[in-house]
């Protein structure tokens, strides 16, 4: 049986469960995928726990995306470039980090044939998977890049590594109108407060 999961802190809301064991399910694949919430001082015991009890790999979330790093035997080139894993894969008795995240995301504007180039682009979020966004987007050459999150020194410390433009979140009303392209990429249970300012 293919043993999978998912790590974070408090966990109380993500649809990977449901939706990696509907996917096992659909492609007939003998596999289990749960949800394993981890408290912070439990994280290097728990990573090297699952090796020995058989899961193949698992998932990386809030607020593990960074930390786990420190646990991994090998680490691929673009989740260095993000500073964050989300995804570890386990062969023998080695654990190899990678961030998907890059990879989806630039998936997801080539299948929908979205350009960047000379566009104005809002980033609104800091977080993890914000840093995956900000590797794609500025490869792809928009004229103008900002970033906002409700933490503004986080929004600060990502607009200055990827040399974009920080504005404070009471702005993103305003500049969602002005703006071509904007991507969310806030944490889910954000939503209902974020969603009402982008109209």
Known sequence: MLVTGIIGYPLKITLSPPMHNAAFKALGIDGIYAQLPVEENKLKEAVHGLSALGFRGFNVTIPYKKMVMEYLDEISDAALSVD????????GNELKGFNTDTYGFEESLNTYKIS??????????AGGV?????????????SDFIITDLIEEKAKKLSEIYRANKI????????TGESDIIFNATPVDLQDKLLPLMK
């Open 84 to 91: 964050a894993v989300n995804t570890v894969l386990i062969e």
């Open 130 to 142: 914000a840093y995956a966004c900000s590797y794609v987007i500025t490869k792809k050459n928009p």
């Open 168 to 175: 404070s979140a009471q702005n993103i009303e305003k500049l």
């Open 116 to 125: 960047l180039e000379n566009k104005k682009v809002m980033l609104i979020g």
